[in-house]
């Protein structure tokens, strides 16, 4: 009766009589379509190879086919399941959604999503996205899941097409996700205490820095749950009248000392003994270490991570353990006195990270080999916790100077000020990094006007950066337009490759691709110095090429380095989709934006691919 449903289906409110009629004709005593059974006939028209173009001309046909084609019923709401699966799971069984306006609404937020996607690369392609040029996705009119999941079905396209597109719907999935976690992280904070569950703020952490992730506290729950499950049966062999073995344990707090230690021996047996966990000592200052959801996937972690884990299955088994700030070593402290006790000598305190070891105040000192005043061994809220793990994300996101780790920089810092918004020494962190990123100009004039608000002592520093973000913004306007690199030009006659090969790098041997060069090195004399680019035979006197690299760096290579890549294959580098929209299989096609900055580069790429690759094959 009608073709598959194609990934972009037209408008279905359109729906004409001009139906073939031969399905639902009687001829003599035959049976016609519309004489089956309610059930049967919903069943055919919910089949798979019928659109949803197919189903509104069905509609128009008779009273009898419209009635079964309801907006309300059984037909569209299929069709909505066959098309988006993924969106069910927003919709109560007792709703009486009109299933019909719903598959328009999805229809007309792809539209709009396969729109703004495809306005990025020509409004952001010489610059950072900033967070104001979401503004526009912030006003839709639309369910913000519809217009996710269109993101999500870009992103899930086959093949080596669409770079682009993926790139920068990456990139809207990113913030999008970011802004939904905020939200919660911010509702959690103004809970009670009490309310604050330590789990449920590890992994609000989590996916803020993991926004693109399947993570969700259900499944980590979860995976908790299967452990504390897993302590139980120990505790069953070891005492079958546990009151943890109870259905409602955890709910209330075991009493005695000697039944929380059967507890407690009883985690790290299934912890460290059955599952191996541990420290991770081999590669501590590895972020992976802070994500919950990689701690349960790899078994290791630091100290609070850790930590985390284990003061959530002792809970779950009704012993209270509370959380230590320990300087250099995070610990939790487990009381052995009176309940509420303020003398730091009636609590064990205990390792996660050293296999559940039980320490002394004296053993606790000899673990960071200092002394330390009795402040220290207090316990802390769950926001501190909060703010312990945002910090050591912080500092890692400070170790390095790469792609990498400024977003996990500017992650961290989100998540901090989420927290603290008017930390001076964070805010400041914020500018500058912003500043150093030359993106978003006028958000660095903002949080600068907001600190010296805040600590006026803070004039030098702020005046110095006012001063040169101005500059930028000036910079900026004065702008005419990209720059166009002709091959022609007398000047580039000594350039050999072109943007889109597939290159390997002589001396280093690593993979990459060209998207962009220069005649001679452009780079400033600091840069040629430390480089050594002098001792090369050409020296900076010859063409330059910026190359994205299979490591996920992108470098500044020496024509005479670089050579054509006898196996070429696909560039893993995050950037790929910023300057190509498609990998042939041997080199990559410029997309719109880097082919009107080098127009005479393709014709030489395609004729370079043919004599280098093509050649021998014919």
Not at 459 to 467: S, T, W
Request: charged share 25%; with cysteine.
């Amino acid at each position: 009766m009608a073709a598959a449903e194609g990934p972009d289906p037209g408008p279905v409110a359109a729906a004409g009589p001009g139906v073939p009629r031969g399905a639902a004709e009687a001829d003599g005593d035959r049976m016609g379509l519309t004489d089956l059974p309610g059930e049967l006939l919903e069943l055919i028209l919910c089949c798979d190879v019928l659109g949803a173009a197919d189903i509104g001309r069905v509609s128009c046909t008779c009273r009898r086919l419209r009635e079964a084609c309801q907006p309300r019923g059984k037909v569209w709401r299929e069709r909505f399941r066959l098309r988006w699966p993924s969106l069910l799971k927003y919709y109560s069984h007792t709703d009486g959604v009109s299933w019909l306006e719903e598959y328009k609404a999805r229809h007309n937020a792809g539209l709009e999503a396969q729109r703004i996607v495809a306005s990025f690369s020509k409004r952001f392609f010489s610059e950072h996205v900033p967070c104001d040029g979401f503004s526009d996705i912030e006003t839709l009119g639309c369910p913000s899941h519809f217009f996710e999941d269109e993101l999500m079905c870009i992103l899930n396209m086959e093949g080596r097409k669409g770079l682009t597109w993926k790139y920068y719907a990456k990139k809207i999935l990113y913030f999008l996700r970011q802004q939904n976690i905020l939200k919660n992280l911010k509702e959690y904070l103004q809970r009670p205490t009490d309310r604050q569950s330590f789990l449920e703020g590890a992994v609000l952490i989590d996916q803020y820095c993991n926004p693109l992730s399947d993570i969700c506290l259900k499944s980590v729950q979860a995976q908790v749950d299967d452990i504390t499950d897993k302590v139980r049966k120990v505790l069953r062999t070891r005492n079958p009248r546990h009151p943890s073995l109870a259905s409602k344990a955890g709910e209330v707090l075991i009493p005695e000392v000697e039944l929380q230690r059967q507890v407690l021996d009883a985690m790290n047996c299934v912890l460290y003994e059955q599952l191996k966990y541990k420290g991770n000592e081999l590669d501590y200052y590895n972020s992976l270490n802070s994500y919950i959801h990689q701690v349960l996937i790899r078994r290791t972690g630091i100290p609070i991570s850790l930590s985390v884990l284990y003061l959530t299955i002792a809970r779950q088994l009704g012993v209270k353990l509370e959380p230590v700030n320990f300087p250099s070593h995070f610990l939790l402290r487990w009381c052995q006195g009176k309940e509420g006790s303020t003398d730091i000598f009636d609590y064990t305190y205990i390792d996660a990270f050293g296999k559940g070891k039980q320490l002394t105040v004296k053993e606790c000192e000899y673990l960071i080999g200092h002394h330390v005043t009795e402040e220290f061994y207090g316990v802390v809220t769950s926001k501190e916790v909060l703010q312990r793990m945002v910090g050591n994300l912080l500092n890692l996101g400070k170790r390095e100077s790469t792609d990498q780790s400024y977003q996990l920089l500017r992650d961290s810092l989100d998540l901090y000020l989420a927290m603290y918004p008017d930390n001076v020494q964070h805010l400041m962190l914020q500018a500058r990094l912003y500043f150093h990123l030359g993106i978003w100009p006028e958000k660095v004039l903002d949080i600068l006007q907001h600190i010296q608000a805040l600590d006026p002592s803070q004039h030098g520093a702020v005046g110095y950066l006012v001063q040169h973000t101005l500059e930028h913004i000036e910079r900026r306007k004065e702008e005419v337009g990209p720059e166009v690199k002709h091959r022609s030009d007398e000047k580039h006659k000594e350039v050999c490759f072109s943007i889109g090969l597939i290159m390997k790098h002589k001396r280093y041997g690593y993979n990459c691709v060209i998207y962009g060069w220069d005649p001679a090195c452009m780079m400033g004399h600091e840069w040629i110095r430390n480089m050594n680019v002098h001792s090369l035979p050409h020296g900076p006197h010859q063409p330059f090429y910026n190359v994205l690299v299979e490591d996920g760096s992108c470098r500044y290579a020496a024509q005479e380095n670089l050579e054509y890549n006898s196996e070429p294959r696909e560039i893993p580098h995050p950037d790929i989709g910023r300057y190509f929209s498609e990998f042939t299989g041997i080199h990559y096609l410029a997309n719109t934006e880097l082919e009107i900055r080098y127009p005479e580069d393709l014709e030489l790429t395609r004729a370079t691919v043919q004599k280098i690759y093509n050649s021998g094959k014919e």
